[in-house]
């Protein structure tokens, strides 16, 4: 199939023998595309905001120079485009920061429960705006473990916010915390954290490829709302340092539920 060699030949001397290898570069070349991939989306995605300001600077200067509403429209679309930009530019440094950090285990124990019920509060003007409710269910004693408090707290703003941002005005957003005995997918304890929303939900066909960079289910959606589509690939990487996982479940019409599993024992070999 896909598999991409390059081949050398070299003659041993005295023996008659050619000496024929192969070196199979298929992982090389994929990382290379993907490289190329991530800087083309980069750019593209700064790019649309960057001509977006260029153009209104040049109207501004020029037709609508004395077109006092006009300037007060499209100074407030120029702050919107910038401020997206910067959000890109924030995203993206948390991205490289998290993927350099990804190999560090984590040791300082934190208490999870905090970190959830902080985070509904710092979200609860966020869902004020869409007049959206928070039911939260979590354990009254904190539950310690060894994590990256400021990460896990990125963790569940990204997922709390799409919920609220993709759950739509006027619902509820349910949020719960369990610590359980035996987490399947570790065999061992573990935490559970669901982020459920009762918005448009998910086809079935994009939820494999929505942790992966840009990739968005409407894109023309995702910016509307502001999304730089890096959220999940962020919490994808935050969770691979923690040993966690990532799971989602939707259907069309009904909403998303996406679940947070982190492993509370630390494994034997861990650094
Ligand atoms: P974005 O910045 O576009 O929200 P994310 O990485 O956070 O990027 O999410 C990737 C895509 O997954 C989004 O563009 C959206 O299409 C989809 N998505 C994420 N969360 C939800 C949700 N709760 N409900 C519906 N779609 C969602």
């Known amino acids: 199939?896909?598999?991409?060699?390059?081949?050398?030949v070299s003659l041993v001397e005295n023996t008659g023998i050619a000496l024929v290898t192969f070196q199979d570069i298929t992982m090389v070349t994929a990382a290379g595309q993907m490289r190329r991939d991530f800087v083309a989306n980069v750019s593209h995605e700064l790019r649309t905001p960057l001509t977006a300001?260029?153009?209104f600077i040049e109207t501004?200067?020029?037709?609508?120079?004395?077109?006092?509403?006009?300037?007060?429209r499209f100074l407030g679309i120029m702050q919107a485009e910038t401020e997206r930009m910067n959000r890109l530019v924030g995203d993206l440094l948390s991205l490289s920061?998290?993927?350099?950090?990804?190999?560090v285990r984590p040791v300082t124990q934190v208490d999870i429960v905090g970190i959830v019920a902080s985070t509904i509060r710092s979200l609860t003007p966020l869902a004020?705006?869409?007049?959206?409710?928070?039911?939260?269910?979590?354990?009254?004693?904190?539950?310690?473990?060894?994590?990256?408090?400021?990460?896990?707290l990125q963790v569940f703003t990204n997922l709390i916010e799409n919920a609220i941002k993709y759950g739509g005005r006027d619902r509820n957003v349910y949020v719960t915390l369990e610590k359980r005995d035996r987490v399947n997918a570790f065999r061992a304890s573990g935490v559970v954290v669901s982020v459920r929303d009762e918005g448009l939900g998910i086809d079935q066909q994009h939820l494999p490829r929505l942790t992966e960079r840009f990739y968005r289910v409407d894109?023309?959606?995702?910016?509307?709302?502001?999304?730089?589509?890096l959220g999940l690939a962020i919490v994808k990487h935050i969770l691979n340092r923690h040993r966690g996982r990532l799971k989602v479940q939707s259907k069309l019409g009904e909403g998303s539920e996406f679940i947070v599993l982190l492993p509370l024992e630390q494994a034997r070999n861990s650094v």
């Open 219 to 229: 894109s023309h959606r995702s910016r509307e709302i502001g999304g730089t589509g």
């Open 97 to 103: 920061r998290v993927e350099a950090d990804e190999r």
């Open 53 to 55: 300001v260029m153009g």
């Open 60 to 72: 501004l200067q020029g037709p609508a120079r004395n077109d006092a509403p006009a300037r007060e």
């Open 128 to 152: 004020t705006e869409a007049n959206v409710s928070f039911v939260v269910d979590l354990p009254e004693d904190p539950v310690m473990l060894a994590a990256d408090m400021d990460q896990l």
């Open 1 to 8: 199939n896909d598999t991409t060699y390059t081949v050398s």
